[in-house]
């Protein structure tokens, strides 16, 4: 069982993703996100996938490239922290990556596709974990960071979007 890191840290950028995910064990975490954008994903049309509340805004199937490629993200500064390397790892462009995806284009069951494998091999790779790995540290953005810590900061920052796909975008599309 892989419990959520101490509140009284600071993550500085992280801490709202950290924070978001608490009293629950990470790999639980891990497969209940997953379940519930699968479950999400499947029942939007690609009208709906495709729709933007506001002008310059990424569309739902934009953002769920953005978690496809956030989560790769995530994980390989984990497997780096977790192998003692402390590079400062350059950030990437969110905007650029989630323009040169094409997601438009893209077929929604592929995309669930991927994002299942994605999922399973993160989870995979945090229950191979032992504990004193979930405690190494190294450079994240503005901090020192847990492997624990960005697992939960990966998981929290996939509920960040859900909640911005359920407040800015379902409601639009529904009615």
Not at 36 to 58: C, H, I
Request: with cysteine; aromatic share 10%.
């Amino acid at each position: 069982m892989i419990i959520p890191p101490s509140s009284k840290s600071n993550y500085g950028f992280y801490n709202n993703y950290v924070f978001k995910v608490r009293d629950t064990d990470l790999i639980s975490s891990l497969a209940l996100n997953w379940e519930y954008l699968k479950a999400l994903m499947v029942r939007l049309d690609e009208e709906q996938l495709n729709y933007r509340y506001e002008e310059g805004k990424w569309s739902i199937k934009e953002i769920f490239t953005h978690l496809i490629d956030a989560e790769r993200n995530f994980c390989y500064r984990i497997m780096r922290i977790s192998r003692g390397d402390q590079s400062h790892l350059p950030m990437y462009d969110v905007h650029s990556f989630v323009a040169n995806a094409h997601a438009e284009k893209r077929d929604i069951r592929n995309m669930i596709s991927e994002m299942e494998l994605l999922r399973k091999a993160t989870i995979k790779m945090f229950e191979g974990m032992a504990e004193e790995v979930l405690e190494m540290t190294g450079p994240a953005r503005d901090v020192t960071i847990s492997v624990r810590a960005l697992g939960y900061a990966l998981v929290g920052h996939s509920w960040h979007h859900i909640d911005i796909i359920n407040e800015k975008y379902l409601h639009a599309v529904r009615g």
